[in-house]
């Protein structure tokens, strides 16, 4: 099991950037792949981005594609989201989420493709 802590939301005006923290606990982080996902008042929760367990493969939404860059650490326990050119439409509480089961490699784009998740951090970009 493990338990996920986001951190490095805030307000930021269009076209800045931010920088989101995923903090992990257990010993086991380089076992899971890890995604963010965002959720907007009134919509459901989408994919942002996703990243394989050794880091070397990772996927994003169109919508982010050019301007968010996910990584990880499995030395710290670790996933960020570098958020760049910033619009008021990427406002949202985004989340950070694991999956160790293979599944993941199929599921990834979607909320019932991770079994772990963490409370969330709110990003606000004003224009």
């Known amino acids: 099991q493990v338990q996920l802590v986001e951190s490095g939301g805030g307000l930021v005006q269009a076209g800045g950037s931010l920088r989101l923290s995923c903090a992990a606990s257990?010993?086991?982080?380089?076992?899971?792949?890890m995604g963010w996902f965002r959720q907007a008042p009134g919509k459901e929760r989408e994919f942002v981005a996703a990243?394989?367990?050794?880091?070397?493969?990772?996927y994003y939404a169109d919508s982010v594609k050019g301007r968010f860059t996910m990584s990880r650490d499995n030395a710290k326990n670790t996933v960020y989201l570098q958020m760049n050119s910033l619009k008021p439409e990427d406002t949202a509480v985004y989340y950070c989420?694991?999956?160790?089961?293979?599944?993941?490699?199929?599921?990834?784009?979607?909320?019932?493709?991770?079994?772990?998740w963490g409370q969330g951090t709110q990003v606000t970009v004003s224009s």
């Open positions: 989420a694991a999956q160790q089961d293979v599944k993941w490699l199929y599921l990834y784009l979607y909320t019932s493709g991770y079994d772990y």
């Open positions: 257990g010993r086991t982080f380089a076992r899971y792949a």
């Open positions: 990243i394989s367990r050794s880091g070397r493969s990772t």
